[in-house]
């Protein structure tokens, strides 16, 4: 299962846009990239998944590269609430199991 | 429609009972997976179920099992309790089988402390 790495912590302001990188150097031809949030308590949240190119949802975008060895999360505007753990994961499709790394934790600052 | 339920929320166990923690997948969902996370390891991946057989398991000692019933409702098992048990047992369920990337839809989770 590839391996993924992430910062482990970043802070921003409200209103601004975050960008959060994650390094996927053995991605396989078949995984797709998914990330998730997690606020404490809670069980992880999908956000977004994607495999090439630029994927864009209601919440957030991805951004993955042709060469596919990294990814990068896009929140904009992020507010208070965004405030979380946000994991990068690589999905080989092939099982469910999900392999999660340490996650990046976000905070938001007013 | 309502989301993967597990129960007990939360629970206290003392060093060598054994444990029974119940999941609930959303309506169709036929893979159900189960996650431990502690602050030391973080999420880890226990196994998943398809269809009442289990068809993956992480690299856990056998005190921990698991079951899946024919209405995709899951159970797992801990025996023999242990100190570093206690944790944030996450289930996950999705609407796919073998092959597809769908999204995983976790529950809020049993929180087990052991004493």
């Known amino acids: 299962l590839a391996k993924t790495t992430q910062p482990i912590s970043m802070d921003s302001y409200e209103g601004q846009e975050v960008n959060i990188t994650c390094s996927h150097n053995?991605?396989?031809?078949?995984?797709?990239i998914t990330w998730y949030q997690q606020f404490p308590s809670q069980g992880p949240r999908f956000i977004i998944q994607g495999y090439k190119t630029k994927v864009t949802n209601e919440v957030a975008s991805l951004f993955i590269p042709a060469d596919r060895k990294s990814s990068t999360l896009s929140l904009p505007r992020v507010s208070l609430s965004d405030t979380a753990v946000y994991y990068c994961l690589v999905d080989p499709g092939s099982a469910r199991q999900l392999t999660f790394g340490s996650g990046t934790q976000l905070t938001v600052l007013p | 429609k309502a989301g993967v339920t597990q129960t007990p929320r939360y629970l206290i166990k003392t060093r060598g009972q054994q444990v029974t923690l119940s999941c609930s997948p959303i309506?169709?969902?036929?893979?159900v997976s189960w996650y431990q996370q502690t602050p030391g390891q973080g999420l880890q991946f226990l196994f998943e179920?398809?269809?009442?057989?289990?068809?993956n398991k992480g690299n856990f000692p056998g005190r921990f099992s698991g079951r899946q019933f024919s209405n995709s409702r899951s159970e797992m098992n801990v025996s023999t309790l242990e100190l570093g048990d206690s944790a944030l047992y996450l289930c996950?369920?999705?609407?796919?089988?073998?092959?597809?990337?769908?999204?995983?839809?976790f529950g809020e989770g049993s929180r087990l402390t052991v004493l």
């Open positions: 179920y398809f269809s009442e057989t289990q068809r």
């Open positions: 309506s169709g969902h036929r893979s």
């Open positions: 996950a369920s999705s609407l796919e089988g073998r092959g597809h990337t769908g999204e995983l839809f």
């Open positions: 053995n991605i396989a031809t078949n995984d797709y």
